[in-house]
């Protein structure tokens, strides 16, 4: 048996003890009824998750550490015996007793909110919305893109205690970059410490499962009065085995198991690439470098005098360096204007309207308050532009004002510098924002023999129909059963 009138005359003595049993009482009482209010009264938000499973404990564990230090130095400060009072005044069985019991309730209690407190901050709401402003942008793009139901560990962490500890030291630095107000506007990208491709995107996409061919089908809507529909159709070569040699041929060579290739570019967004090196599976290398690059590496990647060049970058090419946002995907606002008119949430009948929509949202807005007023304009400016299609189309032109509002503030931050096409996507031909396969596949890389790294469009896809209006493999293509 054990008594609590011991602990409590000796926790009595020391007033930091007490304070530590009051934090104590007061977290684990907050905390309690937090998390029953939760699970059965309110819903749930990142702000309560991190008073719940953060703050609360780690006030426990603190009362938890004061409470014996407290007693300790009341117990130093005996001037008779090292012992001191405290412990002739009080049964010692009975006190370490109760602090053995309390000892393993505590631990129970840790257990649980440790568990809850990881599986808290794992969740995307956590990586999303707590820290609202620096990733608001790409959680609000995450939540729409394919991979929206993939919890951001998931790719971002992964498993294991060395990618789990290396993640939160990441978070520690990326904290004290929001509280010190320093960090990147927009966020830089690439990612430049993730994990390699295969371990992320290899645990779902196995290699047979972007082998064959695809047919893809492009719409685009024309900025004329019609807002005239054409059709760009493909087939997208994604990768076969050759008969021949048994090797992979197509768009997905570049990550076949079969060879590896590494490249170096002169910028942290992997542009401006000076070298490529591929070594094939007998441990062959084949090397283009740019000739007027002045910064080519040697073939150790380290300059001739042993020295790493901090301005050029290696890296081990995989699946990311071509699909650069496969889950965060900011839309270019032609292609994103062009779904809206596709799927009919913008009816494409309204005479001019995808180049008036086109002209509000792309315009450069000092906030985001001041987009939603531009962009309120529509139907007013549409009055003025087109005053002889108004009377037919003014309430759907009322109805469109938001569709835009929420593409808008779907892709364009001006708080964080995020304007459309800051992100662009890697995959395709060269646009006025990146080089895309072109980085490599411009014709100028060049090897020993002067032989430059192949753009011949016919190795990657076949173009069946290029901007038609009616093309006739379409067509042929919805008759197949």
């Given amino acids: ?76 400060k005996s001037h008779r015996d090292p012992v001191g009072k405290l412990i002739r005044r009080v049964r010692r069985k009975h006190v370490f007793q109760l602090i053995l019991v309390l000892t393993l309730i505590n631990l129970i209690i840790f257990a649980f909110a440790g568990y809850r407190s990881i599986h808290f901050m794992e969740s995307a709401t956590f990586c999303g919305l707590t820290c609202h402003q620096v990733m608001s942008p790409e959680y609000t793009v995450y939540q729409r893109s394919h991979h929206s139901e993939v919890a951001c560990v998931e790719c ?32 830089e990208t690439p990612i430049h410490n993730m994990r390699p491709a295969e371990h992320i995107c290899g645990e779902c996409h196995s290699e047979e499962s972007y082998q064959g061919n695809r047919v893809k089908v492009i719409q685009r809507y024309e900025p004329d009065e019609n807002n005239t529909r054409t059709f760009s159709i493909i087939n997208l070569q994604l990768g076969e085995t050759s008969n021949e040699d048994q090797t992979m041929r197509g768009i997905h060579w570049h990550a076949s198991k079969d060879h590896e290739i590494r490249f170096w570019s002169l910028d942290r967004r992997r542009e401006q690439v000076i070298r490529v090196e591929l ?83 792309t315009q450069t807005y000092e906030s985001d308050e001041q987009a939603m007023e531009g962009i309120a304009q529509l139907p007013a400016l549409y009055h003025e532009r087109f005053e002889a299609a108004w009377d037919l189309y003014a309430d759907k032109l009322e109805e469109i004002v938001p569709v835009l509002q929420d593409l808008h503030s779907t892709y364009i931050y001006p708080e964080m510098n995020i304007q459309w096409n800051t992100y662009p996507s890697l995959i395709g031909h060269p646009t006025a924002h990146t080089s895309a396969c072109f980085r490599c596949h411009d014709g100028v890389l060049v090897d020993a023999q002067g032989v430059g790294i192949t753009n011949d469009c016919k190795s990657c896809h076949f173009v069946l129909a290029e901007d038609e209006q009616d093309p006739m493999i379409l067509k042929l293509l919805e008759a197949q059963p």
């Fill in 1 to 76: 048996m054990f008594h609590i009138k011991p602990f409590l005359d000796a926790l009595s003595t020391s007033k930091l003890a007490i304070f530590g049993a009051v934090l104590v009482t007061t977290a684990i009482g907050a905390d309690a009824l937090l998390i029953v209010g939760e699970l059965l009264i309110f819903e749930s938000n990142p702000y309560i998750g991190i008073i719940a499973y953060v703050l609360f404990p780690g006030m426990a564990a603190t009362g938890l550490m004061l409470i014996p230090i407290g007693m300790l130095l009341v117990m130093r």
């Fill in 156 to 187: 971002h962490v992964g498993p294991g205690v060395g990618w789990l500890i290396k993640s939160k030291l990441d978070g520690t630095r990326q904290l004290a970059g929001v509280i010190l107000d320093n960090y990147s506007r927009p966020i």
């Fill in 279 to 361: 070594t094939d599976e007998h441990g062959q290398k084949r090397v283009w470098t740019r000739p007027e690059s002045a910064h080519t590496p040697a073939d150790d990647g380290h300059q001739d005098d042993g020295q790493q060049d901090d301005h050029q970058n290696m890296r081990v090419m995989d699946c990311v360096d071509c699909h650069n946002r496969p889950t965060h995907v900011f839309l270019p606002p032609d292609k994103a204007l062009d779904d809206l008119l596709a799927d009919g949430t913008i009816d494409p009948t309204i005479p001019w309207i995808r180049s008036l929509s086109y002209e509000l949202i």
